[in-house]
């Protein structure tokens, strides 16, 4: 029996924006996503204000930040612009994530090895704002020792590969589920706060909640595609019970 202490979940509900700007306008709302997966479960909220805003914009998280009873975990890349609004918005969390504007979506982690100077400046200003820092990494040992470098106290560790490999039945599936499980131990080891998402369903987020240094989840893409078949309570609620399941199991 694992006696870890209950994995948090936060709900990304960027995807809910994705359908909204489909056709302008202001429904669906991501503001009434969130508040309807808290209602089923969520312990937060998470949120990625891209530069080109092709799905939350400002105005979504102005309202997220002012609305919501639960932290909100603003994603965001490491630039002067985000940090502003950042500085402004004061979010509970700050999760620094590398972006590029023709990418379908965050597709590695980030350059966190060698970009100690850049990244510095941001983990200091987020901090001494209250707001507490997040890194997304790729699980690497190099990755959690830079972000130790520069005084971030958390990191989300990047399950794509992972996902991508277990959705493929692939053989190096265990490979990269190794990985993970190295950096999660490696992470609590250096004291570090250690999260996980991207591309997690029901199935892998069971296996990767038996991980005992996991804090928190960050699920979103999946979650509101079950949600057009299931409802956005129902697909939350079932993901709440898969990751107490793989908690406890
Ligand atoms: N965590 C981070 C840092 C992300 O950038 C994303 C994707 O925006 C997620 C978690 C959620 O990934 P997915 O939408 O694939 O569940």
Redesign the pocket.
């Known amino acids: 029996m694992n006696s870890a202490p209950k994995l948090r979940l ?1 709900v ?1 509900i ?2 809910v924006a994705t359908l909204r700007n489909a056709r302008g306008g202001a429904v669906p709302d991501p503001l009434r996503a969130a508040q309807m997966a808290l209602a089923a479960g969520a312990d937060g909220i ?1 949120a ?1 204000l891209r530069e080109d805003r092709r799905h939350i914009n400002d105005d979504d998280m102005r309202r997220l930040k002012a609305s919501i009873d639960a932290p909100l975990n603003f ?1 965001m890349a490491a630039t002067e612009q985000m940090l502003d609004i950042a500085l402004k918005t004061r979010p509970h969390a700050c ?1 620094l ?1 590398p972006e590029k504007r023709t990418e379908r ?2 597709e590695g982690g980030l350059d966190v090895v060698g970009g100690e100077q850049h990244l510095l400046p941001f983990v200091n200003e987020l901090s001494r704002a209250g707001i507490r820092v ?1 890194l ?1 990494i790729e699980p690497s040992f190099e990755a959690l020792a830079a972000a130790v470098a520069i005084r971030a106290p958390v990191v ?1 560790l ?1 399950t ?1 590969a992972w ?1 991508n490999a277990a959705a493929l039945g692939q053989d190096e599936a265990a490979a990269e589920f190794a990985r993970l499980r190295a950096a999660a131990t490696e992470a609590a080891r250096l004291g570090l706060e250690c ?1 996980a ?4 369903d029901y199935q892998t987020a069971r296996i990767i909640a038996a991980l005992p240094e996991l804090v928190e989840l ?7 595609g079950e949600a057009i078949f299931v409802g956005l309570e129902a697909s939350v609620r079932s993901m709440r019970a898969a990751m107490d399941e793989g908690r406890h199991a």
């Open positions: 936060g990304n960027d995807h998470t990625h994603e999760c994530v979506t965050t997040s997304f989300e990047h794509g996902c999260h998402g991207h591309g997690l960050n699920i979103g893409h999946f979650l509101i």
